[in-house]
């Protein structure tokens, strides 16, 4: 079984600085798309930021420019690069193929306040 676990949330003051890690097991990050999603409360998950297999990224319009998503194939791990925090940052973040083929891991809260 796959398994995906996110982890490097935290508060941070609007203007600052996260980053995310995604360790995941066997060959999923060096095989797959991947993607770092986020869901607000009361709001739907949604993608912010994609890398496929090949190297490429994608990132979502409200991100571009902040946010930079690698890939470490030899760690098994995924990383979200979070500059110039906003508010509506907040949100859980979660690791997972893209499409979302995998089960959800318990995601990683990101508190974005002053």
């Known amino acids: 079984q796959v398994l995906l676990v996110e982890s490097g949330g935290g508060l941070v003051q609007p203007g600052g600085s996260l980053r995310l890690s995604c360790a995941a097991s066997?060959?999923?990050?060096?095989?797959?798309?991947m993607g770092w999603y986020r869901q607000a409360p009361g709001k739907q998950r949604e993608l912010v930021a994609r890398?496929?297999?090949?190297?490429?990224?994608n990132y979502a319009d409200s991100v571009k420019g902040r946010f930079t998503i690698s890939r470490d194939n030899a760690k098994n791990t995924m990383y979200l690069q979070m500059n110039s925090l906003k508010p509506e940052d907040t949100a859980v973040y979660y690791c997972?193929?893209?499409?979302?083929?995998?089960?959800w891991g318990q995601g990683t809260q990101v508190t974005v306040s002053s």
């Open positions: 997972n193929t893209n499409p979302a083929l995998r089960s």
């Open positions: 066997g060959s999923i990050l060096r095989l797959n798309a």
């Open positions: 890398i496929a297999s090949a190297g490429s990224t």
